[in-house]
């Protein structure tokens, strides 16, 4: 087994632990045919559908990463994280994690491993969180002092050291979702994967979670892997991105050099008054003088994408063209990058 | 490693049952009112309406049914709902929900045999339910002493509970194997209605077998359900001997044996089709 290795003072290369090699998994459904007449035909003759919801996945991950995965609805996140869990095997290619088939996994594998889903709860519902905490101790084998301690460290960090006598089903969603982390957490795994675990949280409870994970993956080198639709959980927490669209994936890198490339450019954020006159498709020749892209129009709001050293001239365009009530100059945002990738993508494709 | 993993997992999995059937303990009495409707009223009301129908049958007090008198019925119905009381049931186990709804997907990423906290439930079931019955046995006997039943010897007691003991085993099986049918069918409640409609018809919780056809009885002497209830409740009574017993405890030893093979085959062919539905 090699070992960590470190090669910088920031840069460790270290051992794999999940790898992906054409990975793909194909879903069999069928359809069903509504009414009476129908469900005599669905029991004879079934039209089965197959969904490819993972397509050839190369995919490497080292111990210490915190990794993003995000895509729309149906990008196949889920999926991707259940296949390499080992809750469902793939259907073609393979997927390996310490170094062994993710659905042959061992109970010395498992032991190494933890699942938080934001939308299915890990702890028993009708048990207190404390009880849940326990019987997780039995599974996992922890000791008890060291069990005491970290429920204790990170019940305080979290904020919910007084909850944990309540029944689960009776802690609100946030609450709940932090009892999800720390009984995640409390076997000390070597890799997390968080299913959207902030979810419907508001915005203290995401602060508070994000802070938690990176201190954790910090401190103790604890592998993560964690998919979002909120992309301010994405930008605070993770160091590589992994964006899937439609089972394949279609960026994999640094957070830091994505950002890299649009540094030239920025962001602005127009509000018009309800007044002015909207965008038009009339207008689209007279920003290519500036370099400039429009990004986003609502009816009113626009977003346009405009080099840096343009800026200065673009902005008093815009108070000619349109009755503006607010406007804002900023970096491009991390989802405004995003949506710029899959625009790429698509017309390269 | 994996040489010394036997003994040291079968020493963590009893300690996991225990914690499991701790923790089943709790959350079963958690809820009182729902625990006195559902493990004391429940129970009462089938003997009774048989009581009636038998009462109904037998006028005279010579009259026979199967070979059993009016108070040897009543005995033996009492003794019959007693011990279907400490079968497992299916309203224990609420697997095809979890199979369904995708809550099993957990425990595959857990280090544990799933199959280990299920036995936690079943030790729950019979904890509870010996108090219970125990508990109606005291007031039953205190309120009807001349209709409760009496054992016919402290042997014929103990070999009554080995095999609803062992029954009650080969019921948690096959409620087992029902509910991992919910990897591949949606129809699981009503399959398990029906399997428990018609295991307690061949346990004789209504009819005593022995009552029954004697072709019916005899094809009914081979299931686990009579050797869980009829035939416990013919043995405290005196009806049956030890031979029988015997046969019995064979009987139910190869139920066992097949269901549990059947059980791993099942769990893991399910496993392997699992799609952890949803989300
Ligand atoms: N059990 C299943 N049976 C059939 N199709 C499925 C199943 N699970 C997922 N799919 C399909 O696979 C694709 C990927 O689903 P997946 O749940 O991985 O998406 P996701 O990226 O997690 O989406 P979301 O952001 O909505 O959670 C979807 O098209 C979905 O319809
Ligand atoms: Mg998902």
């Known amino acids: ?124 519902w009708d048990l207190p969180a404390i009880d849940s905490f326990r019987l997780l101790r039995e599974i996992y084998s922890v000791p008890r002092s060291d069990f005491e301690l970290r429920l204790r460290e990170s019940a305080e960090r979290l904020q919910v050291t007084d909850m944990l006598q309540r029944q689960l089903r009776n802690l609100s969603l946030g609450e709940r979702m932090k009892m999800e982390i720390i009984g995640a957490f409390l076997h000390e795994p070597d890799v997390v994967f968080l299913d959207e675990p902030t979810i419907g949280l508001d915005l203290v409870s995401r602060e508070t979670i994000r802070r938690y994970l990176v201190e954790i993956n910090r401190a103790r080198g604890v592998t993560i892997v964690l998919t979002s639709h909120d992309m301010e959980d994405i930008e605070e927490t993770c160091r590589r991105l992994v964006i899937l669209r439609q089972g394949r994936v279609l960026f994999d890198g640094g957070l830091v050099d994505l950002k890299a490339r649009t540094y030239e450019r920025r962001a602005i954020e127009v509000h018009l008054e309800p007044s002015s006159p909207g965008w038009d498709a009339a207008f689209e020749p007279l920003l290519e003088p500036f370099g400039a892209r429009l990004e986003r129009a609502a009816p009113l709001t626009l977003l346009f994408s405009v080099p840096a050293p343009a800026v200065q001239r673009f902005v008093p365009f815009l108070f000619e063209r349109f009755a503006i009530r607010d406007l804002s100059i900023e970096h491009h945002p991390l989802d405004m990058i995003i949506r710029q990738i899959f625009q790429q993508r698509e017309g390269g494709a | ?233 013919e043995l405290f009574l005196g009806r049956l001997g030890t031979q029988e017993f015997l046969r019995g405890v064979c009987v139910l030893l190869a139920w066992v044996v097949a269901l549990e093979l059947l059980r791993q085959l099942l769990w893991r062919r399910g496993l392997r089709r699992h799609i952890g539905a949803g989300v």
């Open chain 1, 1 to 124: 087994m090699d070992r960590a290795v470190s090669t910088g003072h920031n840069r460790a290369v270290s051992e794999v632990l999940i790898e992906m090699r054409g990975a793909g998994k194909r879903f069999r459904t069928w359809k069903r045919r509504e009414g009476f007449g129908g469900f005599f035909v669905n029991l004879f003759a079934r039209e089965w559908t197959e969904v490819a919801a993972l397509e050839g996945i190369e995919l490497e991950i080292r111990r210490g990463e915190f990794l993003g995965l995000i895509g729309a609805n149906g990008a196949g996140k889920t999926t991707l994280l259940k296949c390499v869990s080992g809750i469902t095997p793939v259907s073609s290619g393979s997927a390996r994690m310490f170094g062994c088939d993710s659905f042959a996994l061992r109970d010395e594998h498992k032991r190494r491993l933890s699942m938080v889903m934001g939308q299915r709860s890990q702890l028993w």
């Open chain 2, 1 to 233: 490693m994996s040489t010394a993993a036997p003994s040291s997992s079968i020493a963590r999995d009893l300690r996991l049952l225990g914690v499991a059937f701790a923790y089943e303990l709790r959350k079963v009495t958690a809820w009182r009112a729902g625990f006195v409707v559902r493990e004391l009223m429940r129970s009462l009301w089938r003997p009774l309406v048989m009581i009636f129908v038998y009462r109904a049958i037998l006028v005279t007090p010579e009259a026979r049914f199967g070979g059993f008198d009016f108070p040897a019925l009543v005995a033996y119905l009492i003794l019959a709902a007693s011990f279907e009381k400490l079968l497992f049931h299916q309203r224990g186990l609420d697997l095809a929900d979890q199979i369904f709804q995708g809550y099993v997907t957990k425990y595959l990423t857990m280090p544990v045999r799933f199959f280990v906290l299920a036995l936690g439930r079943f030790a729950q079931h019979l904890a509870v339910q010996s108090s219970v019955v125990a508990f109606l046995w005291v007031v039953g006997s205190l309120l009807f002493p001349q209709w409760w039943p009496r054992v016919a010897s402290a042997s014929a007691a103990l070999q009554a509970f080995v095999l609803v003991l062992l029954g009650s085993y080969c019921a948690f099986l096959m409620c087992f194997l029902v509910n991992v049918l919910a990897f591949w069918l949606e129809v699981v409640w009503t399959l398990s209605a029906m399997a428990s409609f018609v295991f307690s018809f061949a346990a004789g919780v209504l009819v005593p077998v022995s009552a029954m056809p004697q072709s019916l009885a005899g094809a009914l002497r081979w299931m686990f359900p009579y050797w869980a209830v009829s035939a416990p409740g």
